[in-house]
């Protein structure tokens, strides 16, 4: 009884050592490992792409639409207004906004100025918002039936009071 004993402890030992608690043995499959690291990867693009938001990444959130019509007092085709949310702990001192501007058949009359750049010299404490308009007069050479919209709408440099400079010439965070 004591052979058997010992017998069955060196099978249990074996079988281990091969991977499988039951005693049978199973081969390990590259297949499953490369299954895991493809899910893993999966969860990690997810994580990027959808769970966490691009905007969240972005020092500001903005706002815009379009006014059309006259204001004698500020323009006379249109204006662009916009809000401006500073969403870092430190003061804007200045920041520049790019919009371009579409009508309903896709095409409208600037002066070959599509993206239209717009600067704002205001200083902006963190974490407030203020509201701007912008005239349309130097860009429209003539103001159609149809309403002008946003096409895209982003803030491409960001300068602080404490000499820092934010960036995004291509739109990366565009709202």
Known sequence: ??????????????AEKAGSKNGCRAKKSAGLYTSAKSKF????????????PIHALAPYRIKGEVSAGSDTAFYEYGCVALT???ASKRTVRKFSVVVFLSG??????????????????ENVA???????????????SEMQDEACQIDFLYVSKIEYDDGGVWEDPYGVHAM
């Not at 009884?1 to 074996?14: Q, Y």
């Not at 990867?41 to 966490?52: G, I, S």
């Open 1 to 14: 009884m004591k052979n058997k004993l010992i017998i069955g402890a060196k099978s249990v030992t074996a």
């Open 41 to 52: 990867a999966f969860a990690v693009l997810y994580l990027f792409c959808f769970a966490l």
């Open 84 to 86: 401006f949310y500073n």
């Open 104 to 121: 309903n058949d896709e095409i409208i009359s600037f002066s070959n100025e599509n993206p239209i750049v717009f600067e704002c010299d």
């Open 126 to 140: 963190p974490r407030t918002a203020v509201r701007r308009e912008f005239g349309l007069d130097d860009y429209i």
